[in-house]
Nanobody, 124 residues
Framework: QVQLVESGGGLVQAGGSLRLSCAASGRTFSSYTMGWFRQAPGKEREFVAAIRSSGGNTYYADSVKGRFTISRDNAKNTVYLQMNSLKPEDTAVYYC?????????????????WGQGTQVTVSS
């Protein structure tokens, strides 16, 4: 399995942008589908975006489609989440994870090797 470390979170005004990074250790990073999830206080962890191992297919939650872009650089063992037009409702701790089991790419239970998370706060 891989070990993951997220970075890039912070405080931003509504309409602003942030880019999150998730650095992975381990030689098998390029074989994993990777995902970004988020969890707001008092809410369940939810799917945000995912990207296949080759980077050829990407998936997004409806709430972020058109505003967020997931990408990866397998040479750098890193996956990114570019977040534009941020809204206060995007405020959450953002986690990256590797898809380990299952067929459902949007399911939290399909992913593991969770990072520690990075806080994103969007002020109105």
């Amino acid at each position: 399995q891989v070990q993951l470390v997220e970075s890039g979170g912070g405080l931003v005004q509504a309409g602003g942008s942030l880019r999150l990074s998730c650095a992975a250790s381990g030689r098998t990073f390029s074989s994993y589908t990777m995902g970004w999830f988020r969890q707001a206080p008092g809410k369940e962890r939810e799917f945000v975006a995912a990207i296949r191992s080759s980077g050829g297919n990407t998936y997004y939650a409806d709430s972020v489609k058109g505003r967020f872009t997931i990408s990866r650089d397998n040479a750098k063992n890193t996956v990114y989440l570019q977040m534009n037009s941020l809204k206060p409702e995007d405020t959450a701790v953002y986690y990256c994870a590797a898809k380990l089991i299952g067929a459902t790419i949007t399911s939290v239970s399909s992913f593991g090797s969770w990072g520690q998370g990075t806080q994103v706060t969007v002020s109105s």
